[in-house]
């Protein structure tokens, strides 16, 4: 696209990119570290194409207010990755190591047809302050 900050270089480091609109953009060896995207349109983005060190020692990218639909991290080690306020719909996390954590407000949460191994169902119920017991 015309104007995309990611056809005009190819390393992104500690950079905010803020508005961006792109769909299917090729992302090829483009290297993004401690980047935020906020308020971004990224649809249908093969996140594993991008340039991702082999180990991960700084902070991985951070979505805010951005909508990632039909975009892919499948097997993508990202362990502090942050997506809030974001549209996910269609999203492929299988496989990806997201150590930090997450939570999931179900009641503010449109969730259809996902799947969570029975560990990661345990932790819906902590956006109302629910204890599963025995």
Not at 43 to 60: H, N
Not at 69 to 81: H, I, R, V, Y
């Amino acid at each position: 696209m015309k104007g995309n900050p990611l056809s005009a270089a190819d390393e992104f480091v500690s950079k905010p990119l803020r508005g961006l609109k792109t769909d299917g953009e090729i992302l090829a060896r483009k290297v993004f570290e401690e980047c935020s995207f906020i308020d971004c349109k990224a649809l249908g983005i093969d996140w594993t194409r991008a340039g991702w060190p082999r180990v991960a020692l700084g902070p991985s990218p951070r979505f805010r207010g951005s909508n990632l639909n039909d975009s892919t991290f499948f097997d993508l080690q990202l362990q502090e990755l942050v997506i809030e306020r974001c549209s996910a719909v269609g999203v492929d996390f299988r496989g990806g190591v997201f150590t930090r954590g997450y939570s999931i407000d179900i009641f503010e949460n449109t969730i259809e047809k996902a799947k969570f191994t029975r560990d990661e169902a345990l932790s819906l119920p902590d956006s109302r302050d629910i204890e599963l017991v025995d």
